[in-house]
């Protein structure tokens, strides 16, 4: 098994699954889905990032029990944390703000939801990992190929997205 494939597919699935939950909670909380997304395609990164790094600390380097119980406290919060930290100040947009909520940091993650995060990351560590990792080892060359094809979109995507918002902001400060 390629590891780098294996870690960019979960990546790939998780940023998608992210996606659908964010539109799933903002259409159960508002009754409409979410206008504006940081990237164009249906795919939010910061639930790719924080799921494969804890696969990476689950499956290669074996780590389970409570440490594993605080990294999907911990790991998720700091993505989520360094993601709002970044687009705030470099690109001065703010997709979420969670002000309001008891026990934020600057906004950026708030307890209530670290929380959510982390029942859910251990939810799928744990209940659709392994199907994961069983599809994923049964259809390697074939998920392979989708692979390249994804990353290269989300690729892409970035790119038309980073450019966008530098555009946006140039165009404030003039």
Request: charged content about 15%; proline content about 3%.
């Amino acid at each position: 098994m390629n590891v780098v494939f294996y870690l960019i597919f979960n990546f790939i699935f998780y940023s998608f699954i992210g996606w659908i939950l964010e539109e799933g909670y903002s259409f159960s909380t508002t009754k409409k889905f979410q206008e504006d997304g940081f990237l164009v395609g249906p795919f939010k990164p910061m639930y790719g990032m924080a799921v494969m790094f804890l696969i990476i600390c689950n499956e290669l380097l074996e780590i389970s029990g409570i440490p594993l119980i605080l990294l999907c406290f911990l790991i998720p919060t700091t993505v989520e944390y360094i993601s709002g930290y970044i687009l705030k100040h470099s690109f001065n947009k703010v997709y979420w703000d969670y002000s309001e909520f008891r026990y934020n940091i600057h906004g950026f993650v708030t307890l209530r939801f670290s929380i959510y995060w982390m029942v859910l990351s251990l939810i799928g560590l744990y209940y659709l990992q392994p199907s994961l990792y069983e599809l994923y080892m049964e259809n390697m060359k074939i998920i392979n190929i989708f692979v390249v094809l994804g990353g290269s979109i989300l690729l892409i995507d970035l790119y038309i997205t980073v450019k966008k918002l530098e555009y946006e902001k140039l165009r404030m400060i003039q």
